[in-house]
């Protein structure tokens, strides 16, 4: 029941920022609306990374920008949707691509750590090259949006940026593990759910050590 809600609720913001993103106008709440998961998940860095009190003073910071450019955005609230499309993409393939640089762990491979005691050579290297596969995948997700956004109809980027984005996450999801299947023997093979409990527990770990990392769940695979 609770995993019904949820895919609902997503459907049902995927719907209205489609609708939303294609008004010249919108009142207030719209504009609000826009902004709430972006704020959220920025608010949350900061109160992991500074604490509460430091949160608090950016929410105040936040409300009080958002009188003066609240009219502004009212005619602009594509630009809302746009500039969180496009920064939730180039974050998430800045995250995994420096993970890339050397003297760092691969991103999937680390997320591999949490489930694997064991990781064999063929496992990671399987899991770096993922690493890789996602971090192209990101920045060319962002790169499409900007590309559609300036050169096609608003409708069109809408569709690509509101209603395709996470389908198109899900159907990388499961050509993965179909090739997981392929690739990997028996024993270094896991659920589909895998990433999902992998990205859950280095998130406690890193709360735990005072790190932060990103809140929005890439597709991942260990």
């Not at 209205?16 to 860095?45: F, N």
Request: proline share 5%; hydrophobic share 55%; glycine share 6%.
């Amino acid at each position: 029941m609770k995993t019904i809600v949820i895919v609902l609720l997503v459907a049902l913001d995927m719907a209205m920022a489609h609708y939303l993103s294609r008004q010249p106008t919108v009142q207030g709440w719209a504009v609000v609306l826009a902004l709430l998961p972006m704020t959220v998940a920025v608010l949350s860095l900061i109160r992991r990374a500074a604490g509460t009190l430091l949160c608090c003073a950016a929410l105040a910071g936040m409300i009080g920008l958002l009188v003066v450019v609240l009219p502004l955005l009212e005619h602009n609230v594509s630009w809302v949707y746009f500039i969180q499309n496009i920064t939730v993409n180039i974050l998430l393939g800045l995250w995994f691509g420096l993970s890339l640089t050397q003297g760092n762990e691969p991103l999937c491979t680390a997320f591999a750590e949490q489930l694997h005691p064991v990781m064999n050579p063929l496992l990671r290297r399987y899991t770096t090259h993922l690493t890789q596969v996602w971090t192209a995948i990101f920045f060319l997700m962002a790169t499409v949006s900007i590309g559609l956004f300036f050169l096609a109809p608003l409708t069109v980027w809408s569709v690509f940026a509101n209603l395709l984005s996470l389908p198109i996450m899900v159907l990388v999801f499961v050509i993965e593990y179909a090739v997981r299947k392929r690739i990997l023997p028996s024993e270094d093979l896991l659920g589909p759910t895998s990433a999902f409990r992998a990205y859950r527990d280095r998130i406690k770990r890193q709360s735990t050590s005072g790190n932060t990392e990103p809140s929005t769940l890439p597709g991942t695979k260990g």
